[in-house]
C-alpha cells in the first residue's frame, strides 16, 4: 500500500496524518496556524513540519482547510452547494512542491443557508465526505461544532445547503473581553447551570438581551461565580440547538469534548443526536478524496 | 441660588457639573473611570477631580452610576421596580468627605424584564426622572442606546420595567476582537448598508447565525471592506428595534451621535423615536432627584 500525508491546515492550528492507503500510521499533531505564517514561506513551513516523514520519499500531500484560502497558501475558489464530494476532488488544487511531492488542497463550499444568507466552509467538508462514506442514508442532517458551528444537510450523497452558527467565537470573546467574563474565578462545570441555560433558550429571548442575564444572575447569586462559562455555554449551544428538528436523527462530528456538550444539551432538548469522533471522519473523508483524485476506486 | 455638584461616574468615565439651582454653569468631562481607580482611592481621586470648584465652599455632591455599584465606592443596594423617581431620591447613600461636603449616591433599579429575567440598571435611572420632568405622559417607552442599551416603559411615573441589550459591547467585541472585524481598512458610514442590515434583522435569523453574513457578504464582494462597521450596527440596532413597537411613540435618550443612528434605523422600521439629549436628560433629572434631597419642592 502507498503512503501520503493528508494535512488539515486551520487559522489556528496544523495537523498531518502520515496514511497508508486508508489508514493512518502516525500523527503530528503540532504545528502553526495559517495566522502564525508569513506569506511566502508556507512551503518552507511544510517541509520542516513533515521532515521525519520524508526519509526516502516525496509522498502525495492532500490538504484541507483555511490553507486553501486568500489568507492561505493557494487560494482555491469554493464549489457551489448544492455539491458531490466527487466535484470536491475534481476541483482540488495542485501543484508539485520544491522536493517533488504532489500536492491537492481541497476546495472549500458555499451556499446560501436555509435563512437566505451566504455562507461558507472549508475544511468541514472533508469530515462530511467521511461521514457519507460511513453512513449511507440518503438525507441527514450534521452539526459540526466549534468556533463557527455548521449545521448542515446532506441530500442524495451531496452538501445541499449548511449555516454557521458563531457559537465557539462568541463564546471565547463574551468570556474572554465582555463585562460577563470579568474577574471570574477559575471555572467549574455545572450540567445544572448548562441545562438551566439550555432551557432559558427554548423562550427564544433576544439574544443580546439573554446574554446580559450571565451577570444579573451573577449579581443576584443566583448562578455562582463558577459556573457563568456553563451558563453562557449552555445560552450559545441552546441557542443554537433550538432551531434543529426533534423527529429526525442528527449525526454531530467533532472532538469527543465538544460533541459530549452538545450531546448532553441534545438529550435535554429531546434532539436524538448520534456523535462520532472528528478525526475520524477527517481520515476516512480524505482518504476519499484522495482515492478519487489518485483515480482509485474509493 | 446654591451651587452644587452632580456627578455621573460610571465603569469607563467619568463627568461633573457644577451646578447653581437647576442650572449647569460648568462642566468638567474628562475623568476617570471605576476601573482605572484603586479601591480605597475614590475621595482623593474625586478631590483632586473636582479642586477647582473648591475654592470657597464644601458643595453638596450628588452622584450616579456605577461608582454605587459593588466595585464602586459605596455599593448602594438597587431599588426593586416599578419604582418612583421620589423613592430613589429617598433610597440614596448619604455621607461626607474629609473636606466636610455632604455626598448622595442615588440607587440603581433592578427589575426583572418583559422577558422574565432579572435585569439591572445603575445611571440610565436619572436620565428617565429628567425626561419624566419633561414628558408629562402616563406612559410610555424609552430607548437609552449605549454599551448596554436599556428599554424601559415608565407607568405612572414609576419605572415599570427595563430589559437590557447588549448592543454596543457586542458591536466593540465583533469589531475589536472576532473575525468579523479583522485586518479592515479604516470605516466609512454607510446609510445605504446600514439599512440593508436593518432589513436583514427583520427577518429574525438567529443572531448568532446572522452575524457571519459580515463575514460571507465581505468574502463574497457585496458589501465593501470600509462598510462592514455599518453592517454590523445595523444588525445589532436592528435586532435590537424589531422588538419595539410601531404604533406608539418611543423616546430615545442619549448622545446626538447614537440616537441619530437609532433614529435612522427606526425610520426604516417604521417606529416613531424621538431623540433627546442624554446630558440634558441628566441635568434635569439629577436637579429633580437632589431638589428632594434637599427638601425643596421640585
Known amino acids: 500500500m502507498k503512503r501520503w500525508i493528508a494535512v488539515d491546515w486551520g487559522t489556528t492550528n496544523f495537523r498531518a496524518f502520515l496514511m497508508q492507503g486508508n489508514k493512518c500510521i502516525e500523527r503530528c499533531a503540532q504545528g502553526p ?5 508569513e506569506q511566502g514561506s508556507f ?3 511544510l517541509s520542516r ?3 521525519p516523514w520524508f526519509a526516502q520519499a516525496s509522498y ?6 483555511m490553507v486553501g484560502s486568500q489568507q492561505g497558501w493557494h487560494e482555491v475558489p469554493y464549489v457551489e452547494a448544492p455539491c458531490t464530494f466527487a466535484s470536491l476532488a475534481e476541483q482540488a488544487f495542485s501543484f508539485t512542491t520544491r522536493w517533488a511531492s504532489p500536492v491537492w488542497i481541497i ?3 458555499r451556499c446560501h443557508s436555509p435563512y437566505q444568507q451566504p455562507d461558507v466552509m472549508r475544511g468541514e467538508e472533508v469530515q462530511l465526505a467521511g461521514l457519507s462514506a460511513i453512513n449511507g442514508s440518503a438525507r441527514y442532517q450534521i452539526i459540526l461544532p466549534g468556533t463557527h458551528s455548521k449545521h448542515v444537510l446532506i441530500d442524495n450523497q451531496s452538501i445541499s445547503h449548511f449555516s454557521t452558527y458563531m ?5 471565547a470573546l463574551l468570556s474572554q473581553h465582555s463585562i460577563l467574563g470579568r474577574a471570574l474565578p477559575p471555572q467549574e462545570y455545572s450540567l445544572e447551570v448548562f441545562h438551566f441555560a439550555i432551557e432559558l433558550a427554548q423562550r427564544k429571548t433576544p439574544l443580546s438581551h439573554q446574554l446580559f442575564s450571565a451577570r444579573t444572575y451573577r449579581l443576584n447569586k443566583e448562578i455562582a461565580e463558577q459556573h457563568i462559562h456553563s451558563y453562557l455555554s449552555g445560552l450559545l449551544i441552546g441557542a443554537e440547538l433550538v432551531t434543529c428538528s426533534t423527529t429526525q436523527p442528527i449525526w454531530c462530528v467533532g472532538s469527543p469534548k465538544l460533541t459530549e456538550n452538545y450531546a448532553q444539551a441534545a438529550k435535554y432538548l429531546g434532539i436524538n443526536l448520534q456523535t462520532i469522533d472528528g478525526d475520524e471522519c ?4 480524505i482518504s476519499h478524496l484522495y482515492a478519487h483524485i489518485a483515480g482509485e476506486k474509493p
Chains 1, 2 share one sequence.
Open 49 to 51: 513540519l513533515l521532515q
Open 282 to 285: 477527517f481520515i476516512r473523508g
Open 107 to 109: 476546495p472549500g463550499v
Open 43 to 45: 512551503e518552507q513551513e
Open 167 to 171: 457559537t465557539g467565537e462568541l463564546f
Open 33 to 37: 496556524g495559517l495566522l502564525q505564517i
Open 60 to 65: 502525495p500531500i492532500i490538504m484541507a482547510g
